[in-house]
Protein backbone atom coordinates (compact mmCIF):
# COMPACT_ATOMS: atom_id res chain seq x y z
CA UNK A 1 0.00 0.00 0.00
CA UNK A 2 2.96 2.29 0.61
CA UNK A 3 4.49 1.75 -2.35
CA UNK A 4 1.07 2.62 -4.51
CA UNK A 5 0.65 5.73 -2.29
CA UNK A 6 3.73 7.21 -3.42
CA UNK A 7 2.81 6.41 -7.09
CA UNK A 8 -0.40 8.30 -5.95
CA UNK A 9 1.26 11.26 -4.29
CA UNK A 10 3.70 11.09 -7.57
CA UNK A 11 0.74 12.32 -10.44
CA UNK A 12 -0.97 14.13 -7.99
CA UNK A 13 1.76 16.68 -7.67
CA UNK A 14 2.57 16.75 -11.29
CA UNK A 15 -1.36 17.45 -12.18
CA UNK A 16 -1.66 19.84 -9.35
CA UNK A 17 1.52 21.63 -10.95
CA UNK A 18 2.68 25.10 -8.89
CA UNK A 19 0.00 26.79 -7.01
CA UNK A 20 -0.70 31.00 -6.13
CA UNK A 21 1.51 31.67 -3.19
CA UNK A 22 -0.81 30.68 0.01
CA UNK A 23 -0.16 33.00 3.41
CA UNK A 24 2.24 31.29 5.17
CA UNK A 25 0.92 27.86 7.29
CA UNK A 26 1.23 28.11 10.98
CA UNK A 27 0.70 24.97 11.44
CA UNK A 28 4.12 22.46 11.43
CA UNK A 29 4.71 20.37 8.23
CA UNK A 30 3.65 16.95 7.38
CA UNK A 31 6.47 15.92 5.34
CA UNK A 32 9.69 16.65 5.99
CA UNK A 33 11.05 18.92 3.48
CA UNK A 34 13.24 17.41 0.89
CA UNK A 35 16.61 19.06 -0.60
CA UNK A 36 16.10 19.43 -4.27
CA UNK A 37 17.35 16.99 -6.82
CA UNK A 38 18.40 18.73 -10.22
CA UNK A 39 20.14 15.58 -11.29
CA UNK A 40 16.85 13.68 -10.88
CA UNK A 41 14.45 16.23 -12.33
CA UNK A 42 17.12 16.70 -15.38
CA UNK A 43 16.91 12.06 -15.87
CA UNK A 44 12.83 12.78 -15.83
CA UNK A 45 13.04 16.03 -18.65
CA UNK A 46 15.07 13.24 -21.05
CA UNK A 47 12.85 10.61 -20.43
CA UNK A 48 9.55 12.15 -21.06
CA UNK A 49 11.80 13.70 -24.35
CA UNK A 50 13.01 10.50 -25.61
CA UNK A 51 9.20 8.86 -24.65
CA UNK A 52 7.91 11.33 -26.68
CA UNK A 53 10.45 10.81 -29.91
CA UNK A 54 9.44 6.96 -29.33
CA UNK A 55 5.82 7.78 -29.66
CA UNK A 56 6.08 9.99 -32.66
CA UNK A 57 8.55 7.35 -34.04
CA UNK A 58 5.96 5.04 -34.02
CA UNK A 59 3.62 7.69 -35.68
CA UNK A 60 5.85 8.00 -38.60
CA UNK A 61 6.73 4.35 -39.16
CA UNK A 62 3.21 3.41 -39.52
CA UNK A 63 2.67 6.49 -41.61
CA UNK A 64 5.49 5.38 -44.40
CA UNK A 65 4.17 2.07 -44.84
CA UNK A 66 7.35 0.79 -46.41
CA UNK A 67 10.08 -0.39 -44.43
CA UNK A 68 11.33 -3.34 -44.08
CA UNK A 69 10.80 -5.24 -40.81
CA UNK A 70 7.56 -2.64 -39.87
CA UNK A 71 5.89 -4.85 -37.28
CA UNK A 72 9.56 -5.07 -35.78
CA UNK A 73 9.78 -1.22 -36.14
CA UNK A 74 6.41 -0.44 -34.55
CA UNK A 75 6.69 -2.92 -31.51
CA UNK A 76 9.89 -0.96 -30.71
CA UNK A 77 8.61 2.20 -31.18
CA UNK A 78 5.46 1.94 -29.09
CA UNK A 79 7.20 -0.54 -26.35
CA UNK A 80 9.95 1.91 -25.99
CA UNK A 81 7.62 4.77 -25.41
CA UNK A 82 5.88 3.13 -22.38
CA UNK A 83 9.26 1.99 -21.17
CA UNK A 84 10.65 5.30 -21.05
CA UNK A 85 7.16 6.87 -19.72
CA UNK A 86 7.26 4.32 -16.80
CA UNK A 87 11.31 5.05 -16.23
CA UNK A 88 10.28 8.50 -15.73
CA UNK A 89 7.80 7.70 -13.07
CA UNK A 90 9.32 5.82 -11.60
CA UNK A 91 12.28 8.51 -11.25
CA UNK A 92 9.82 10.77 -10.10
CA UNK A 93 8.53 7.96 -7.39
CA UNK A 94 12.16 7.28 -6.07
CA UNK A 95 13.95 10.44 -6.41
CA UNK A 96 11.76 13.91 -6.44
CA UNK A 97 8.54 12.86 -3.80
CA UNK A 98 9.03 13.29 -0.32
CA UNK A 99 7.43 10.17 1.24
CA UNK A 100 6.85 9.99 4.90
CA UNK A 101 5.60 7.23 6.99
CA UNK A 102 2.36 7.12 9.26
CA UNK A 103 1.37 3.68 10.77
CA UNK A 104 -2.10 4.58 10.96
CA UNK A 105 -4.52 4.70 7.95
CA UNK A 106 -5.69 8.10 6.48
CA UNK A 107 -9.11 9.00 7.75
CA UNK A 108 -11.73 9.27 5.37
CA UNK A 109 -12.06 12.78 4.37
CA UNK A 110 -15.13 14.54 6.22
CA UNK A 111 -14.26 17.83 7.39
CA UNK A 112 -12.21 20.69 5.48
CA UNK A 113 -9.11 20.84 7.89
CA UNK A 114 -8.43 16.82 6.85
CA UNK A 115 -9.16 18.15 2.58
CA UNK A 116 -6.57 20.74 4.04
CA UNK A 117 -4.40 18.25 4.99
CA UNK A 118 -4.11 16.08 2.19
CA UNK A 119 -3.54 18.87 0.22
CA UNK A 120 -0.45 19.98 2.55
CA UNK A 121 0.78 16.82 2.00
CA UNK A 122 0.57 16.71 -1.67
CA UNK A 123 1.85 20.22 -2.14
CA UNK A 124 4.83 19.43 0.71
CA UNK A 125 5.53 16.13 -1.20
CA UNK A 126 6.69 18.06 -4.33
CA UNK A 127 8.96 20.34 -2.29
CA UNK A 128 12.36 18.44 -4.31
CA UNK A 129 10.96 20.19 -7.78
CA UNK A 130 12.50 22.92 -9.05
CA UNK A 131 10.90 23.04 -12.38
CA UNK A 132 7.47 21.46 -11.77
CA UNK A 133 6.16 23.25 -14.33
CA UNK A 134 8.46 22.06 -16.98
CA UNK A 135 8.32 18.51 -15.75
CA UNK A 136 4.58 18.94 -15.64
CA UNK A 137 4.13 20.23 -19.33
CA UNK A 138 7.01 17.54 -20.46
CA UNK A 139 5.05 14.63 -19.07
CA UNK A 140 1.87 16.33 -20.65
CA UNK A 141 3.98 16.08 -24.05
CA UNK A 142 5.15 12.60 -23.87
CA UNK A 143 1.50 11.42 -22.56
CA UNK A 144 -0.42 13.28 -25.79
CA UNK A 145 2.40 11.90 -28.33
CA UNK A 146 1.57 8.53 -27.31
CA UNK A 147 -2.17 9.08 -27.20
CA UNK A 148 -1.56 10.51 -31.20
CA UNK A 149 0.25 7.06 -31.42
CA UNK A 150 -2.43 4.91 -30.35
CA UNK A 151 -5.07 6.85 -32.63
CA UNK A 152 -2.72 6.56 -35.64
CA UNK A 153 -4.04 3.40 -36.74
CA UNK A 154 -7.55 4.12 -36.53
CA UNK A 155 -6.62 6.31 -40.10
CA UNK A 156 -6.16 2.85 -41.66
CA UNK A 157 -10.63 2.39 -41.68
CA UNK A 158 -10.14 4.83 -44.44
CA UNK A 159 -10.63 8.26 -45.67
CA UNK A 160 -11.87 10.44 -42.97
CA UNK A 161 -12.53 13.53 -45.31
CA UNK A 162 -11.25 13.21 -49.13
CA UNK A 163 -13.01 10.06 -50.72
CA UNK A 164 -12.92 11.14 -54.10
CA UNK A 165 -9.40 9.39 -54.88
CA UNK A 166 -11.15 5.94 -53.95
CA UNK A 167 -14.11 7.18 -57.40
CA UNK A 168 -10.82 6.94 -59.86
CA UNK A 169 -9.47 3.74 -61.29
CA UNK A 170 -6.79 3.37 -63.93
CA UNK A 171 -9.06 1.11 -66.27
CA UNK A 172 -10.20 2.50 -69.78
CA UNK A 173 -11.66 1.12 -72.52
CA UNK A 174 -8.61 -0.83 -74.44
CA UNK A 175 -6.48 -1.20 -71.80
CA UNK A 176 -4.61 -4.97 -71.46
CA UNK A 177 -5.25 -7.05 -68.55
CA UNK A 178 -1.97 -8.75 -67.86
CA UNK A 179 -0.61 -11.11 -64.95
CA UNK A 180 0.96 -11.05 -62.10
CA UNK A 181 4.06 -12.04 -64.23
CA UNK A 182 3.34 -8.71 -66.82
CA UNK A 183 2.27 -10.99 -69.34
CA UNK A 184 -0.94 -9.94 -71.40
CA UNK A 185 -4.03 -12.56 -70.67
CA UNK A 186 -5.36 -14.43 -73.67
CA UNK A 187 -9.52 -15.34 -73.36
CA UNK A 188 -8.56 -18.80 -74.79
CA UNK A 189 -6.33 -19.54 -71.65
CA UNK A 190 -9.02 -18.36 -68.84
CA UNK A 191 -10.12 -22.13 -68.03
CA UNK A 192 -12.92 -22.72 -66.34
CA UNK A 193 -12.97 -23.39 -62.50
CA UNK A 194 -9.66 -21.69 -62.24
CA UNK A 195 -8.83 -18.47 -60.51
CA UNK A 196 -7.03 -15.33 -62.52
CA UNK A 197 -5.75 -12.17 -60.42
CA UNK A 198 -5.08 -9.17 -63.55
CA UNK A 199 -3.93 -5.67 -63.69
CA UNK A 200 -4.36 -2.81 -66.38
CA UNK A 201 -0.95 -2.61 -67.93
CA UNK A 202 1.43 0.09 -67.64
CA UNK A 203 -0.48 1.65 -64.20
CA UNK A 204 0.46 1.20 -60.65
CA UNK A 205 -0.66 -2.29 -58.84
CA UNK A 206 -1.01 -1.17 -55.42
CA UNK A 207 -4.27 1.59 -56.25
CA UNK A 208 -7.43 0.01 -55.08
CA UNK A 209 -9.07 0.24 -58.62
CA UNK A 210 -6.27 -1.74 -60.12
CA UNK A 211 -6.48 -5.47 -59.29
CA UNK A 212 -9.38 -7.58 -61.01
CA UNK A 213 -10.11 -11.04 -60.96
CA UNK A 214 -11.03 -13.06 -63.81
CA UNK A 215 -13.01 -16.18 -64.21
CA UNK A 216 -14.79 -18.04 -66.76
CA UNK A 217 -18.39 -18.23 -66.81
CA UNK A 218 -20.69 -20.23 -69.33
CA UNK A 219 -20.76 -16.73 -71.58
CA UNK A 220 -16.90 -16.67 -71.64
CA UNK A 221 -14.32 -14.55 -69.23
CA UNK A 222 -15.67 -12.36 -66.47
CA UNK A 223 -13.55 -9.42 -64.72
CA UNK A 224 -14.38 -8.32 -61.30
CA UNK A 225 -12.31 -5.66 -58.50
CA UNK A 226 -10.82 -8.04 -56.65
CA UNK A 227 -11.29 -5.68 -53.55
CA UNK A 228 -14.36 -6.76 -51.42
CA UNK A 229 -17.18 -3.96 -50.73
CA UNK A 230 -17.64 -4.96 -47.40
CA UNK A 231 -14.30 -4.02 -45.22
CA UNK A 232 -11.77 -3.76 -48.31
CA UNK A 233 -9.76 -7.17 -48.07
CA UNK A 234 -8.83 -8.88 -51.30
CA UNK A 235 -10.68 -11.16 -52.96
CA UNK A 236 -8.90 -14.75 -52.39
CA UNK A 237 -11.17 -17.92 -53.25
CA UNK A 238 -13.05 -19.24 -56.19
CA UNK A 239 -15.78 -21.67 -54.92
CA UNK A 240 -16.30 -24.26 -57.37
CA UNK A 241 -19.99 -26.24 -57.14
CA UNK A 242 -19.62 -29.43 -54.60
CA UNK A 243 -22.88 -29.78 -53.01
CA UNK A 244 -25.93 -28.87 -55.33
CA UNK A 245 -28.24 -28.06 -52.58
CA UNK A 246 -25.65 -25.68 -50.66
CA UNK A 247 -23.50 -24.58 -53.54
CA UNK A 248 -25.76 -24.85 -56.98
CA UNK A 249 -23.03 -22.23 -58.36
CA UNK A 250 -19.59 -20.99 -58.74
CA UNK A 251 -18.76 -17.64 -56.85
CA UNK A 252 -16.04 -15.66 -55.70
CA UNK A 253 -15.13 -15.63 -51.58
CA UNK A 254 -13.36 -13.33 -49.56
CA UNK A 255 -11.87 -15.40 -46.89
CA UNK A 256 -11.54 -12.83 -44.03
CA UNK A 257 -15.45 -12.53 -43.72
CA UNK A 258 -16.86 -14.65 -45.91
CA UNK A 259 -18.62 -12.13 -48.36
CA UNK A 260 -19.51 -14.53 -51.13
CA UNK A 261 -20.30 -13.68 -54.56
CA UNK A 262 -22.13 -14.44 -57.92
CA UNK A 263 -19.57 -13.86 -61.14
CA UNK A 264 -22.43 -14.98 -63.08
CA UNK A 265 -25.01 -12.44 -62.35
CA UNK A 266 -22.99 -9.38 -61.73
CA UNK A 267 -21.22 -9.88 -58.63
CA UNK A 268 -24.51 -10.42 -56.25
CA UNK A 269 -23.76 -10.81 -52.92
CA UNK A 270 -24.93 -14.45 -52.09
CA UNK A 271 -23.55 -14.39 -48.37
CA UNK A 272 -22.09 -12.62 -46.02
CA UNK A 273 -21.53 -9.06 -44.62
CA UNK A 274 -21.13 -7.16 -48.13
CA UNK A 275 -23.07 -4.64 -48.59
CA UNK A 276 -23.30 -4.20 -52.45
CA UNK A 277 -22.22 -5.96 -55.32
CA UNK A 278 -18.86 -6.59 -56.80
CA UNK A 279 -17.97 -3.74 -59.22
CA UNK A 280 -17.75 -5.93 -62.93
CA UNK A 281 -15.21 -4.59 -65.91
CA UNK A 282 -16.74 -4.86 -68.88
CA UNK A 283 -14.21 -7.12 -71.17
CA UNK A 284 -13.37 -6.93 -74.90
CA UNK A 285 -10.78 -9.30 -76.74
CA UNK A 286 -8.21 -7.88 -79.19
CA UNK A 287 -7.39 -9.08 -82.69
CA UNK A 288 -4.53 -10.97 -81.35
CA UNK A 289 -6.66 -13.02 -78.50
CA UNK A 290 -5.92 -10.41 -75.61
CA UNK A 291 -8.18 -9.13 -72.83
CA UNK A 292 -9.06 -5.56 -72.64
CA UNK A 293 -11.02 -3.43 -70.76
CA UNK A 294 -14.34 -2.48 -72.85
CA UNK A 295 -14.69 0.66 -70.11
CA UNK A 296 -14.43 1.42 -66.58
CA UNK A 297 -16.11 -0.43 -63.14
CA UNK A 298 -19.53 0.05 -63.36
CA UNK A 299 -19.10 1.00 -59.91
CA UNK A 300 -16.84 2.32 -57.69
CA UNK A 301 -13.98 -0.51 -56.34
CA UNK A 302 -13.42 -0.20 -52.41
CA UNK A 303 -15.84 -1.19 -49.24
CA UNK A 304 -18.89 0.48 -49.03
CA UNK A 305 -18.67 3.55 -46.81
CA UNK A 306 -21.59 5.96 -47.53
CA UNK A 307 -19.36 8.19 -49.56
CA UNK A 308 -17.95 5.41 -52.09
CA UNK A 309 -20.93 3.87 -53.07
CA UNK A 310 -22.74 6.82 -53.66
CA UNK A 311 -20.35 7.69 -56.44
CA UNK A 312 -19.22 6.21 -59.68
CA UNK A 313 -16.07 4.92 -60.83
CA UNK A 314 -13.96 7.48 -62.78
CA UNK A 315 -10.42 7.15 -64.95
CA UNK A 316 -7.60 8.55 -63.12
Known amino acids: MTRLKDWLVAAAVLAVGKRHPKPKREEPRIVEAGPPERRAENLV ?13 FIVVYALDRLSHQTQWLGLAIGGAFALLAAACLVITKRLVVTEENVHAY ?7 EQEEIEQIIEESGSRFTRRR ?7 GAL ?13 LGPVIDEDKL ?12 GQDGKPLKADEIEAESFYTAYPEGADRELIGSPVVVVRIDSGPVAYSKICTHAGCAIALYRKPTFAQVQPKPALVCPC ?4 FDPADDGKVLFGPAGRPLPKLPLEVDGDGNLRAAGNFNGPPGPSWWGVRMRKARNS
Not at 134 to 140: H, M, S, T, Y
Not at 145 to 151: K, P, R
Not at 257 to 260: E, F, L, P, R
Request: glycine fraction near 8%.
Open 45 to 57: LGLFFLATLAAAA
Open 107 to 113: PDVETPH
Open 134 to 140: LVRWAGF
Open 144 to 156: GTLGLAALAPAVS
Open 167 to 178: QFTPWRKGRRLV
Open 257 to 260: HYST
